[in-house]
T-cell receptor
Framework: DGGITQSPKYLFRKEGQNVTLSCEQN?????MYWYRQDPGQGLRLIYYSQIVNDFQKGDIAEGYSVSREKKESFPLTVTSAQKNPTAFYLC?????????????FGNGTRLTVT | GNSVTQMEGPVTLSEEAFLTINCTYTATGYPSLFWYVQYPGEGLQLLLK?????DKGSNKGFEATYRKETTSFHLEKGSVQVSDSAVYFC?????????????FGTGTKLQVIP
């Protein structure tokens, strides 16, 4: 079955360390997205990518970085510059950049930084 | 900019009760509208969508109608089950500058008790 795989499900890091969250899709979707979810705040867009080797900042990109070297993969690095990194991170994809295309989500990675 | 407003939760209902979760939006242009559902510890799943005014989306007994005159997309179900307990997100999506832009509401938690 096609889908989006995020790993690991839980991640623990010490403050000051960079950490990379994995996102792989086998849906052959062009567009991929990273969202951050905090209680009571809905989903906020971190970065998005419409094609390989191209990505754009979302609403809360500070302290994060991404790469898109392959169509299937869109890893997110949470750097030490991110002031409040503890959150639930969701990766998503869509078949096209058109507005009527629904998003397909992975099951998320819960990051805890202490 | 675009925005989505959902009723605050949690909403607690008895099994077989009627469900309404209100959603209103502001947007320029003609967005598509979506309802997503999130079960504990998981990512979001598409529940239903509508792409133009007066369209009705439906799935698994849930329905929502795209009302342009009232800028609303309220979610309804005639008889809820315990298994419907989850968080429900209203979202709007349009294309801006060739990129898909999705705006989410803050989510409404539904608890169904036997």
């Amino acid at each position: 079955d096609g889908g989006i795989t995020q790993s690991p499900k839980y991640l623990f890091r010490k403050e000051g360390q960079n950490v990379t969250l994995s996102c792989e899709q086998n849906l052959n979707h062009d567009a991929m997205y990273w969202y951050r979810q905090d209680p009571g705040q809905g989903l906020r867009l971190i970065y998005y990518s419409q094609i390989v080797n191209d990505f754009q900042k979302g609403d809360i990109a500070e302290g994060y970085s991404v790469s898109r070297e392959k169509k299937e993969s869109f890893p997110l690095t949470v750097t030490s510059a991110q002031k409040n990194p503890t959150a639930f991170y969701l990766c998503a994809s869509s078949i096209s950049p058109r507005g009527e295309s629904p998003l397909h989500f992975g099951n998320g990675t819960r990051l805890t930084v202490t | 900019g675009n925005s989505v407003t959902q009723m605050e939760g949690p909403v607690t209902l008895s099994e077989e009760a009627f469900l309404t979760i209100n959603c209103t939006y502001t947007a320029t242009g003609y967005p598509s509208l979506f309802w997503y559902v999130q079960y504990p510890g998981e990512g979001l799943q598409l529940l239903l969508k509508a792409t133009k005014a007066d369209d009705k989306g439906s799935n698994k007994g849930f329905e929502a109608t795209y009302r342009k005159e009232t800028t609303s997309f309220h979610l309804e179900k005639g008889s809820v089950q315990v298994s419907d307990s989850a968080v429900y997100f209203c979202a709007l999506s349009d294309t801006a500058g060739g990129y898909q832009k999705v705006t989410f509401g803050t989510g409404t938690k539904l608890q169904v008790i036997p």
